[in-house]
């Protein structure tokens, strides 16, 4: 099995690097300062104690491309006091795989983060029952190698997901959503803080998340990633909680949301 493992973790790194070479060829930068003088505020979309995992303050482009819109894309965890998403050993990850209830956020509710009209709604994958290590790269793998965009469309990648429009030209995405979780139906009008469906583990993902977006187009498979700034959250700093307004969150930070800023529609 170790061997297995080690052979397995070898080609993913060698896929890694040849992708990158291939579709991006400029370095990485940060863009945290730009980042903060986006012109488009929303409302931050989770509730309670979050950890991020993957933020456009740390590099652009936060996911190593621009395709599909992902140039400014946020990832959402949710972690304990000893830096664990999950309640099991991280040796079951890689051996057997972690049941997903055992995540801490899988199973919580999304929401709007500002007024818009339903757009998308795709809810035709299934979350599996575990996240595994095995299973998981040799998901990306195949993604790697034989993703085809006309053939597979967004929804291979990001499984469950809905998109949202605010105006011409500013749609949001929220993908890898738990099963017959959505709460919304295309053409519906919706205000923000309406319950949208819950965190899961749906399309390529190697635990249960909350990836997001905005975009310029509602056809992903085209958008451009567009920035943008949270109005408001806390943010610890190792000792206390403080306010932000107007800006991001960096990797690794613990942010939470403002219970004043909380309006939920369900």
Known sequence: MKRILILIGG??????VISTNAHENKPQQKEGSVMEKAATTIAFPLRGEWYT???????VPSHGTNRFGLRYAFD???KDQNEASHTERSVDYLIGGIPLEKYY?????????????????????SDGEKASWVHDQTSAI??????????DGFEAIAGNYVVIKQAAGLYAAFAHLQKDSLAVNEGEHISQGTYLGNVGHSGNSTEP???????????????????FVFSAYEKYNGQTWEIVSNQIPAVGERIRSLK??????R
């Open 11 to 16: 080609l993913l790194l060698l896929l890694i």
């Open 53 to 59: 995992e993957t933020s456009p303050a740390d590099r």
């Open 76 to 78: 959402f965890i949710q």
């Open 105 to 125: 956020c899988f199973g919580q509710p999304v929401y709007a983060p500002f007024d818009g009209e339903v757009v998308t709604v795709k809810n035709n994958t």
């Open 142 to 151: 195949r993604h790697s190698l034989f993703f085809d965009q006309e053939r």
């Open 209 to 227: 998340h909350l990836h997001f977006q905005l975009m310029d187009s509602a056809i992903i498979e085209s958008a451009n990633g567009l920035p």
């Open 260 to 265: 004043e800023n909380q309006t939920e529609t």
